[in-house]
Each structure stands twice: as C-alpha cells, then as structure tokens.
C-alpha cells in the first residue's frame, strides 16, 4: 500500500466526518484508481486578499438529531434581499439545555468547510457544547464571495445582508434550544467587518462581537472608500448600543491596515483608558493585548495586537485558509470573551 493511497483514504475519513460524501466519495474512488484526488482549489484576485479558492458546494440536507460526535449539517435561509446557504455545526445533547450559539462569517473567496477547518469552531463546539453557524456568501451576490461590507445598502437593520443574516440566526434559534441571551457573532476580513456591521445593526440580538483582521461598521459606502480603509483605516460610525467587542489584528497586515482594529474596538470601548498585556503565544508569535473595562468593572471590549502577524486567523489550523499557527489562539480568546457576555448584562 503505497503512502499517497494512505493519504486519499485519510482524506476521505476526514471528508465523511466533516459530512462533505460526494468529495469522500471522489477521494476514495481516487484511491483506488491511483490517481490523486480531485481539487477545486486554485488562485484569485478578490477585494480581500489572494487566496486560495475553495470548493463552495453545499447539498440540502435534513435535521436530524445530533449523535455523540455532534453533526456538520447543510441548510439554506430566504430574506427579502435572497437566499444563503449555511452549515450548523450541533452539538452532542443539545435537546438537554439551552446552549450558545456562535456565528462565523467567512472571509472572501472561503466557505463554510473552509472557515470552520481553519479555526476550529467546531472542536470548540464540541468539547464545549455550544452551537456554531456558518452562513454561506453566494457568488451570484459577489463574485469572490466577500460580504458586501462596503455596499450602503448593506450596512443597516432591517436591509441587505445584515437583515438576511440577522434572520437566518432567528431561524436556526427556533429551530433548536438555544439559549437567545448567548448568541455571539464574529468574523474574518470581509466577515469581521460584517461581524462589526451586524452587532452595530442588532445589538438586541448578539450579545458581543468578534472582529479578526475587519473593519468597523460604517468604514466605507462604495468599492473606491472601501479600498481607502482597506489601506489607511476608515473611520467608524457605530452607535454606542454596539455589543462588546473583541478584535484581532495582526500588525503587519497589508490587505487590512492595522488601524482599523483599533477603529473597530472603539466603538465598545470608549474613551476608556485600558489595561495593557504584554506576552508571547505558545508558538512564538507576541502579542499586546488591551483590555477595556466600563464603570462597574466589566470587560466590554479586548483589542489583541498580533506583533508580526499578517491577514490570517492568528492561531489558526493549517487545514484552512488564511491561518496563522504561530500567533495567540483566537477561537479560545474570542470563546472566552463571549461566554462571559450574555444580551441581559449588555442591556
């Protein structure tokens, strides 16, 4: 048995776990071909970044109830502004309680299998128990897959994708037992700046907000003050009833300027002096964390600068995009924010 057979069988393992069968089904029969398996990755230019492209199929399944290992499932979502695709991740024994749920916006030219790979929301989940939302960006809406951050009519309650999103999350928390003062929304790139927009937009429905390597709400109206804030930082126009918020930002990031990081942060933290953290991750990479507190003592806003960081999820899985292993974990920081927010306390 010769290793690149061992290999397309461990791939197809992999695949069937994460629930993906007809590209299991292509590495296996790969496999015994003795050929290699097929791929749908290749190279763009895309308002975020370059990037690898990766396979945006998803198959409409049904809900059945989650096994001990918890379960990857596909289902889609219609607004008035269109319909999305989505993955929920649930968990095992998510009929015992009411569990958080956690919504992860890609960045351009990801998918849901992408993203979730490349920061492990879903072992998260699992060890956790909580649930996880991956809506899907449709190419027919944005040729990379970017959400429309930049668009006006993107950016407001009640309009665009902010409206599509926001009912997709009522959605799926009808559909299961979750827990409404523990639903968290956070992003990458274009999701973050997404992220941003949506906790600005529906403060009453997410209870804090992540933003990895975004930019703040209001940042831009059109594709040219995109590009401007993309570059130098744009500014904010978030009202002060945005959710606290986490933000990570590496400090040598090209695609997004650093600034907007600390843009973002501010529409939580105020005018608020912080504390400051100096340290070094496990794999190497500094970090200055900052850490923003209102009157009663409260955490309301954490800014985590990753020194010689680029765009990428810091602490990410190699198995996904735009990953950096070297930086602070930004699955257990943000998890660890979130979970101390609930949408009472933030009233």
């Not at 890609?106 to 991956?134: I, K, S, W």
């Not at 904010?236 to 040598?252: K, L, M, N």
């Not at 009663?296 to 810091?314: I, P, Y």
Request: charged share 15%.
């Amino acid at each position: 048995m010769n290793a690149s057979f061992k290999q397309l069988m461990a791939e197809a393992t992999r695949l069937t776990r994460a629930g993906e069968l007809q590209r299991a089904t292509a590495a296996i029969q790969a496999a015994l071909a003795g050929v290699s398996a097929p791929t749908a990755r290749g190279t763009t230019t895309v308002i975020d970044v370059d990037a690898r492209v990766v396979d945006t199929t998803t198959v409409a399944m049904p809900l059945p109830p989650a096994p001990l290992a918890g379960q990857f499932i596909s289902g889609s979502h219609t607004e008035a502004a269109g319909t999305r695709d989505y993955k929920l991740f649930v968990p095992p024994g998510h009929h015992a309680r009411p569990l958080p749920l956690v919504v992860m916006l890609h960045g351009c030219t990801q998918n849901p299998d992408d993203f979730a790979a490349g920061t492990a929301m879903n072992e998260a989940a699992l060890e956790r128990g909580f649930y996880v939302l991956y809506p899907a960006q449709a190419q027919s809406a944005n040729a990379s897959r970017c959400w429309n951050w930049f668009k006006h009519n993107h950016q407001q309650r009640g309009r665009g994708e902010p409206a599509l999103l926001a009912g997709m999350t009522r959605e799926v928390m009808k559909r299961y037992h979750v827990d409404p003062q523990r639903v968290y929304v956070a992003g990458l790139s274009a999701g973050g700046a997404m992220a941003a927009i949506l906790g600005d937009a529906y403060p009453d429905l997410f209870a804090a907000v992540g933003v990895h390597s975004g930019l703040p709400a209001g940042s831009a109206s059109d594709l040219p003050s995109a590009f401007a804030a993309m570059k130098s930082g744009g500014g904010t126009s978030a009202q002060s009833a945005t959710p606290p918020t986490i933000v990570f930002h590496g400090d040598e990031d090209t695609t997004v300027h650093p600034l907007n990081g600390e843009q973002a942060v501010a529409a939580s933290a105020g005018a608020v002096a912080p504390e400051l953290e100096r340290a070094c991750s496990a794999n190497g990479r500094a970090y200055t964390r900052r850490i923003y507190r209102d009157a009663s003592g409260r955490v309301v806003a954490e800014h985590w600068a990753v020194h010689g960081g680029g765009h990428a999820w810091s602490g990410g899985d190699a198995r996904g995009s735009y990953t950096d292993a070297k930086g602070p974990d930004a699955t257990e920081a943000m998890l660890r924010f979130f979970f101390s927010q609930t949408l009472h306390a933030v009233r």
